[in-house]
């Protein structure tokens, strides 16, 4: 079985400072992706960034940044220069295919608050 | 534009009744979803479906069913047997098997309230 924790209910960031959230996952999968997102409170989910689970590299968009440690299975999301509209809820989620088919888990979600 | 709709955007239901919430994508993706939101929760899925004609349970499958007669098309319905069926419901969309790192692609969400 695949599983998310994200182990940070609530995070607070001052405006244009840098903010870590946390995620580790579990799957014995050798095979697997790793994606974050992002609830604004309209609902909708958008993507962010993802991270394969041979990638050499840490994977970058924009402002955007996952610190992968695969040995210790963590997939942290660092936002960096946060702004007012990052405020939102962030959420992990994986998806290992040999042992889980198209099966897309997440996680319980980041709630997060930027501070002007 | 290609993307994936869901309707209604909200949707009452009386205690008793079964009510389907639709769900139509067309990126001609083969994986669809079905998830659960409860208000500052994750999300939890319901059930999905790799290809047509097949789909699998999730972790909430209990008073819920779906088909999937079409590759574009994955209603979910919430049937009388489910207890508390009040939540906010995405349906998600993504390309299928061998492709790990593929995203998936979200609906707008039907926020469905028992009355």
């Known amino acids: 079985a695949q599983k998310i924790t994200q182990t940070q209910p609530g995070m607070f960031v001052q405006e244009k400072e840098a903010v870590t959230l946390d995620c580790t996952y579990d799957t014995s999968d050798p095979s697997y992706g790793l994606f974050w997102y992002k609830q604004p409170s309209s609902g909708e989910m958008i993507f962010l960034i993802y991270q394969g689970s041979y990638d050499q590299q840490n994977a970058t968009e924009g402002r955007y940044s996952l610190n992968f440690q695969k040995a210790r299975k963590s997939a942290n999301l660092v936002i960096s220069a946060s702004q007012l509209g990052d405020s939102a809820m962030y959420f992990c989620a994986m998806r290992a295919q040999e042992t889980s088919g198209s099966r897309l888990t997440f996680g319980e979600g980041t709630q997060l608050t930027v501070n002007p | 534009d290609g993307g994936i709709t869901q309707s209604p955007k909200y949707l009452f239901r009386k205690e008793g009744q079964n009510v389907t919430l639709s769900c139509e994508q067309n990126l001609n993706h083969d994986a669809m979803y079905w998830y659960r939101q409860d208000p500052g929760q994750g999300l939890r899925l319901i059930y999905y479906?790799?290809?047509?004609?097949?789909?699998q349970k999730g972790d909430i499958a209990e008073g819920y069913s779906v088909s999937r007669e079409k590759k574009e098309s994955f209603p979910l319905t919430v049937t009388s047997a489910q207890k508390n069926p009040t939540a906010f419901y995405l349906c998600?969309?993504?390309?299928?098997?061998?492709?790990?790192?593929?995203?998936?692609?979200f609906g707008q969400g039907t926020r469905l309230t028992v009355v």
């Open positions: 998600a969309s993504s390309i299928s098997q061998g492709r790990a790192g593929t995203e998936a692609f």
């Open positions: 479906s790799q290809i047509v004609n097949d789909f």
